[in-house]
């Protein structure tokens, strides 16, 4: 069975970091590319950042460049997405998705190129 979980979201001030992390399982280890969505309430979900198989590939939507960093440990079947300089409008439901055919993210992060998606971590930033 093919199973993403997401972890490391909470509850943070302004300006501050988190580190989230989307743990696979049912994958062979660097046989999928991640992307990773955010949905806030009343908005759609929109596409933050992926990563490609091997990790040479990386893409970041441009309201977040600069302050989010993907990666991947493949050892630990494991994809990051650190969170700097947090500020109230990324507060969201974060979503890491998966797709085995490496055609995913190199044409922008988009949300039907996924098959497979986790249930999410709330991310909420508030003084």
């Known amino acids: 069975q093919l199973q993403l979980v997401e972890s490391g979201g909470g509850l943070v001030q302004p300006g501050g970091s988190l580190r989230l992390s989307c743990a696979a399982s049912?994958?062979?280890?660097?046989?999928?590319?991640v992307g990773w969505f955010r949905q806030a309430p009343g908005k759609e979900r929109e596409g933050v950042s992926c990563i490609s198989k091997s990790g040479d590939n990386r893409n970041y939507a441009g309201s977040v460049m600069g302050r989010y960093t993907i990666s991947r440990d493949n050892t630990k079947k494991t994809v990051y997405l650190q969170i700097d300089s947090l500020q109230p409008e990324d507060t969201a439901v974060y979503y890491c998705?998966?797709?085995?055919?490496?055609?995913?993210?190199?044409?922008?992060?988009?949300?039907?190129?996924?098959?497979?998606w986790g249930r999410g971590t709330q991310v909420t930033v508030s003084s």
């Open positions: 998705a998966a797709e085995g055919s490496g055609h995913a993210c190199y044409q922008g992060i988009w949300a039907y190129e996924y098959a497979y």
């Open positions: 049912g994958f062979a280890a660097d046989d999928y590319t």
